[in-house]
């Protein structure tokens, strides 16, 4: 059974850093590319950052030089280190693995971490 929990989100001011960690389950965690996805009410869920099984990352343009993913294959781990935190940042956020296309590869989704940037 595929199963993602998010944890590390919380409210910050504007300018401040989190650091948000998922633990997935019941998936071959070293042979997938994983992201970090948001959602915000009204809006599409959208793919803020990935990292394929080497560590090569990309980023969506609205996050880049201020956020890091990474990824411990060992404990089946994908952090996303999240810096100069913007109120436009806020969302929920999730973790899941990335196919090719970008998508999302699983249909299961974790309760995701909330985080709110708000002064």
């Known amino acids: 059974q595929v199963q993602f929990v998010e944890s590390g989100g919380d409210l910050v001011q504007p300018g401040g850093s989190l650091r948000l960690s998922c633990a997935a389950s019941?998936?071959?965690?070293?042979?997938?590319?994983m992201g970090w996805y948001r959602k915000v009410p009204g809006k599409q869920r959208e793919l803020v950052a990935a990292?394929?099984?080497?560590?090569?990352?990309n980023y969506a343009d609205s996050v880049k030089g201020r956020f890091t993913i990474s990824r411990d294959n060992d404990e089946s781990t994908v952090d996303l280190q999240m810096n100069s935190l913007k109120p436009e940042d806020t969302a929920v956020y999730y973790c899941n693995a990335v196919r090719p296309t970008m998508g999302p590869r699983y249909d299961s989704w974790g309760q995701g971490t909330q985080v709110t940037v708000s002064s």
């Open positions: 990292i394929t099984i080497n560590g090569s990352t």
């Open positions: 019941g998936i071959i965690f070293s042979i997938l590319r």
